[in-house]
């Protein structure tokens, strides 16, 4: 069974952090500065999540009671940060959804602070908003993308990165805001609170092992032959976003350990996810019927996805019985799901709305072969030929 994503946990790494108990607030800020000079960045700053990050940012600022413009197709942790600061989200749709969002021009047409999302790392025009736009870059997608030579993460006055288990850097968890704004800078780290215990540190080790067992092929294809399951946009409710209790956890010294692991192997990281989104393009380039990622020089895409036009859940159905996990990254307009849905009409939203109900991510990481890519491509176009 190939799973959707897993986090690149070589042996070495996974030793390093049976220190962990050695290491303290001194390896976080470590990792804090060697992730500034890594996005090139100034500052950053570190948290228990990205989401809490954004929620932290609006707080460390001051901003309450505005309205923040975001793209109406983005994870729905985003919208949620906004309101938990006591804010608005707006929503808008691109006027060419081939983008899945709405350049920062656009967004800041309908706010003075704007949240640009790199979907899928395709980077955007961020940055150009107006003199008087605050542009939060939501590059959390991104890392290793760029425009015109601009990487993700250099693009807005501060710009936000995850580091969750499915993410092309992965301390299997936690999040960072960076920022060349002294001012920023200094707001963030007088609100930041380092509150874990050592038994969060225990807790998140295990965690780490256990997840490097987890993905090892026999086990995970164990696991996922008991039950089959998928998010649907029904689980998703303010109510249940606990931002607040993770945001307690503070980021940890084992994810520090972890992170500055991560930076080490990004060069390698990174150019062999090039190398297999490259032999996804050559096996799917030419499918009737579906849309693959555009390929644009400057852009190294951090996830693949597919594009169908037709029933996903029948697709991806008959991919699981081959032995074939996917994902779906976003699965809703996010001004359609259940706790916005009252206050928003949703023909304004169709073109996002169209993307959710279509996207597929194929199994992406570290790990599979060529070999690997042509069997999943050629079960793939063998299902999708059925299906149509």
């Known amino acids: 069974m190939y799973p959707i994503a897993r986090p690149h946990l070589p042996v070495k790494r996974l030793v390093s952090l049976l220190q962990f108990w050695l290491y303290k607030k001194k390896t976080i800020k470590t990792f804090e500065g060697a992730a500034a000079s890594f996005f090139k ?19 460390a600022l001051g901003i309450t009671g505005k309205n923040i413009a975001v793209p109406s197709y983005t ?9 938990l600061a006591g804010n608005t989200p707006v929503f808008v749709e691109p006027q060419d959804i081939h983008r899945f969002v709405p350049t920062t021009a656009e967004l800041a047409q309908h706010a003075d602070v704007v949240v640009q999302t790199h979907m899928f790392g395709r980077v955007l025009d961020a940055g150009v908003g107006g003199a008087n736009t605050l542009v939060i870059e939501d590059a959390c997608l991104a890392v290793g993308s760029s425009i015109g030579g601009k990487p993700a993460g250099t693009l807005g006055d501060v710009s936000l990165f995850s580091f969750n288990k499915s993410k092309q850097l992965s301390c299997v968890g936690g999040g960072i ?6 001012a920023i800078y200094h707001a963030l780290i007088q609100s930041q609170r380092y509150t874990s215990h050592w038994w969060d540190e ?4 295990a965690k780490v092992f256990l997840l490097a067992l987890y993905y090892k092929k026999p086990v995970y294809s ?3 032959a008991i039950r089959f399951s998928s998010a649907t946009a029904t689980d998703f409710s303010l109510a249940s976003c606990t931002l607040d209790t993770e945001y307690q956890k503070g980021f940890l010294a084992s994810q520090a350990i972890l992170g500055l692991g991560q930076l080490k192997d990004a060069s390698t990281i990174l150019t062999k996810r090039r190398i297999i989104a490259d032999w996804y393009d050559t096996e799917l380039r030419g499918v009737s019927g579906i849309r693959i990622p555009d390929i644009h020089p400057d852009t190294e895409l951090s996830h693949y996805w597919v594009v169908l036009k037709k029933d996903r859940q029948d697709v991806r159905k008959k991919l699981y019985a081959q032995g074939i996990n996917t994902g779906i990254a976003n699965e809703y ?4 799901t259940p706790h916005y849905a009252p206050q928003h009409d949703a023909a304004l939203f169709t073109g996002t709305t169209d993307i959710g109900d279509s996207i597929i991510n194929l199994p992406y990481y570290i790990g599979l072969t060529k070999k690997d890519v042509v069997r999943i491509c050629t079960i793939f176009k063998q299902v999708y030929g059925e299906s149509r």
């Open 41 to 59: 960045r100034k500052y950053a700053v570190s948290y228990s999540s990205g989401r809490v990050a954004l929620q932290q940012l609006f707080e």
């Open 75 to 83: 994870c729905i942790v985003v919208p949620y940060a906004i309101e």
């Open 177 to 182: 805001l960076v920022t060349d704004d002294e």
């Open 202 to 205: 225990v807790m998140h080790v």
């Open 222 to 224: 164990f696991f996922k």
């Open 333 to 336: 307009s996010c001004p359609t």
